[in-house]
């Protein structure tokens, strides 16, 4: 969703921006624009299209001048994505300029309010009723014309505001969409996300909703919706400078897999303790773990696939009954809810709209919140009762890989903690578990060792037309993953099937040649699905594998193997999705598409 950088300070402003801006274009957009004042004259450039056409529109940013400026990627909501319609917006002198993410979901009525007293629109946008109100209610105090303005508007927005009879001074403005203010050597920026401004400032404030931001080169003033100073806290981000990089790597997608290694250990380091699992942020909620009746698992896309296979974790080793939702249902369904009843949200970004709301449905009931949550400082983080960090790192590409194998290890490592504290899982058991999480680094370096054999098969099927994958229990949650793996990046269409559930009709889709992806680890249903690989073979598929080491047999039915490394029944999800990322990797890239930039997606989606 919509990319937003602000700078000012000592330094030229554009090439901060553009900088800046290249670093969010992850989120997706679809038209990017700046505007920068020098003193005198406040200027802008914007184009519909990738950033490069700003880049080269602006000669780099040299024909921007000045220190201080606001910059804007936009992913169209309301209005095409055409020049007129990409931020900045201004009022009508050209004086007041305004940069945002969100929805002003009452900007039809604001906008016939302020027509009925003259002022013309240039847009479709809701954004731009900001601008006109800003100049409307404008008293010559920015802050004070900001909260009028805010008191007016309803919906979500993260702001950027420069008014140009206030030189030097940069105001932001936030309410349920994210936004972030780095304090500087030679100036101070503002940002949707931390990669935007790591290069210059690991400290940052997170600015919370309905408070409103004063900066300028030196300083850095909050206030609340009430005009009134507040203090918040200084943060300093962690993050390697180098980790919002590609690293030589053609895409992030590629970079970000290759690094799930890494990334499994620092999630399951810090909670793995002399053979025990323990989770510092759950230390006051023994009560909680030991008493849950049931656990709602709420998310979106990915994030809910790791969600399903949380909850065969889960219900397997703790028996503790598990329902995976997604949020954009759960949030709308007044859910109902007993005692003792537990809510985890999983999302990578911590932002998705979705699901952030669906953690405020749940704690307006009362129900204690856990957030899976990859984004340090998100807002999810803020709402949330405990935050389980997954130490992903940032995550570019907008397919997610390394934060979906860090969600799925959280899952893994709760399962272990429930079901000890509930008397499921003795420490014999514990110990064993622990080893094989241990383990699951080398083992996922392993099979990412193994990728150009993945490449050249899917080389083989990059015009497939449709893809199936198949598979049963915790091998279904895997297929949904790899399913939408596929046809995220590579625009293939791509289902996945509980492999019982094939003969009940989609069986009639499979072709000669249809390629079928067999995912078979779980002992226990392997010759069930052997038996829905040779239905489908015997109706023409062509069948891609993914199984356990010592299941060579399968090589009679399916035409390309995977085998995967020993680990546990359980565990088995972390190996199996690897070849699967790569496959859909592979296709899309051989198709030669915009791996990282997939059509139509936002890595971050901050509306519903
Ligand atoms: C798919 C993908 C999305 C996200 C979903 C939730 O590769 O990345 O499906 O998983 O949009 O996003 P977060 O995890 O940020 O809440």
């Not at 009925?116 to 601008?131: I, Q, R, V």
């Not at 002992?523 to 699905?529: M, N, P």
């Not at 829905?532 to 039915?557: C, D, L, P, Q, W």
Request: net charge negative.
């Amino acid at each position: 969703m919509c990319g937003i950088v602000g700078y000012t300070g000592k330094n030229q402003a554009a090439p901060i921006l553009l900088d800046g801006l290249s670093k969010l274009e992850y989120r997706g957009y679809d038209s990017a624009g700046m505007a920068v004042f020098d003193g005198k004259t406040l200027r802008s450039e914007k184009t519909p299209g990738r950033l490069n056409a700003l880049v080269e529109m602006t000669h780099d940013g040299k024909l921007l001048p000045g220190t201080l400026g606001i910059g804007h990627t936009r992913w169209a909501t309301h209005g095409k994505p055409t020049r007129a319609n990409a931020h900045p917006h201004f009022n009508a002198a050209g004086t007041v300029a305004v940069v945002h993410n969100g929805i002003i979901e009452n900007y039809l009525d604001i906008r016939q309010r302020m027509e009925k007293k003259g002022f013309a629109f240039k847009s479709d946008t809701d954004t731009e009723t900001l601008a006109v109100m800003l100049d409307y209610y404008y008293t010559g105090d920015p802050v004070e014309t900001i909260i009028k303005v805010l008191h007016r508007v309803t919906g979500s927005y993260a702001l950027g505001i420069i008014f140009a009879d206030h030189p030097g001074e940069l105001y932001a403005a936030r309410k349920d969409s994210p936004l972030i203010v780095g304090k500087g050597k030679d100036g101070n920026y503002i940002a949707s996300d931390v990669p935007a401004i790591l290069k210059y400032t690991r400290d940052v404030y997170y600015i919370e909703n309905e408070e409103i931001a004063k900066i300028t080169e030196k300083d850095i003033v909050f206030f609340n919706i009430d005009a009134e100073e507040i203090k918040p806290e200084l943060h300093t981000v962690e993050w390697d400078v180098n980790a919002a990089d590609k690293g030589g790597y053609e895409f992030y997608m590629m970079k970000e897999m290759s690094e799930q290694p890494k990334v499994l250990r620092n999630t399951c380091e810090p909670r793995m303790k002399k053979g025990s699992i323990a989770f510092e942020e759950l230390s006051k909620d023994a009560d909680i773990i030991k008493k849950a009746s049931k656990i709602h698992i709420v998310a979106c896309g990915s994030a809910y696939h790791a969600g399903m296979t949380g909850k065969y974790v889960i219900e397997g080793m703790a028996r503790i009954p598990v329902e995976v939702e997604l949020a954009s249902e759960f949030r709308y369904r007044d859910p109902v809810y007993t005692d003792d009843e537990i809510v985890i949200a999983v999302s990578q970004s911590g932002e998705t709209a979705d699901t952030l709301a669906a953690v405020k449905e749940a704690k307006a009931h009362g129900v204690p919140v856990w957030a899976i949550v990859n984004a340090t400082g998100s807002s999810m983080t803020r709402e949330a009762d405990r935050t389980l960090y997954t130490f992903a790192g940032p995550e570019i590409s907008v397919a997610t890989t390394k934060a979906y194998s860090a969600q799925i290890a959280v899952f893994y490592m709760l399962a272990i903690l429930f079901a000890k504290e509930r008397g499921q899982l003795d420490a014999n058991e514990e110990k064993s578990y622990v080893e094989d999480l241990k383990r699951l680094p080398e083992q996922v370096e392993l099979l990412l060792g193994n990728k150009e054999r993945v490449q050249k098969f899917a080389n083989r099927y990059i015009s497939a037309r449709d893809v199936y994958y198949i598979g049963r229990g915790l091998d279904y949650a895997i297929a949904l993953e790899a399913s939408l793996k596929l046809k995220e990046i590579s625009y293939v269409h791509a289902e996945a099937y509980a492999a019982g559930e094939l003969k009940h009709g989609t069986i009639s889709l499979i072709e000669k040649n249809t390629l079928v992806t067999a995912i078979v680890t779980q002992e226990a249903l392997y010759d069930k699905t052997i038996s829905n690989i040779v239905e489908v073979k015997s109706r023409g598929a062509f069948v891609m594998a993914v199984t356990n080491v010592g299941h060579s047999e399968i090589e009679e039915n399916a035409d390309f193997v995977v085998y995967i490394p020993t680990t546990n029944k359980y565990f088995a999800n972390s190996l199996a999705i690897i070849p699967l990322q790569l496959f859909a990797y592979y296709v899309s890239a051989g198709k030669g598409y915009d791996v990282d930039h997939p059509r139509n997606l936002a890595k971050s989606v901050t509306v519903e």
